[in-house]
C-alpha cells in the first residue's frame, strides 16, 4: 500500500465543503479541516494509482492549491513486513 498526505488550499472558506465532498466520493480520506485547508490522506496499491489521484486533485472546483507533506515509497510494506520477521 502506497500512502501520500498533505493538504489542499481552496479558493474561499465557501469551497470547503464540495471540495471535502468530492474528495470522499474519490476515496480520499479527509483528516482535519481548518479554516481554507484541508488536510488529506490518500491510500493506493500502487505509485501509478497515487499520482493519478493526486494529479486530479487540482482539478476539483474550488481548490487553489495542493501541498504533499509525505509520500511513501514503494515496496516499503514488504521491507517493513521482512524486517518484523526477521525480529
Known amino acids: ?3 501520500a498526505s498533505g493538504f489542499i488550499e481552496t479558493n474561499e472558506i465557501e ?8 474528495l470522499k466520493t474519490r476515496g480520499v480520506d479527509v483528516n482535519e ?14 505509485t501509478s494509482e497515487i499520482k493519478k489521484s493526486l494529479d486530479s486533485l487540482k482539478d ?3 481548490v487553489r492549491n495542493v ?8 515496496g516499503s510494506d514488504e521491507v ?3 524486517y518484523l520477521q526477521v525480529g
Open 1 to 3: 500500500m502506497i500512502v
Open 15 to 22: 469551497d470547503v465543503e464540495g471540495v471535502v465532498s468530492e
Open 33 to 46: 479541516i481548518k479554516d481554507e485547508k484541508i488536510v488529506f490522506l490518500i491510500e493506493r496499491d500502487s
Open 60 to 62: 476539483i472546483d474550488g
Open 67 to 74: 501541498y504533499l507533506a509525505y509520500y511513501s515509497i514503494d
Open 80 to 82: 517493513v513486513a521482512n
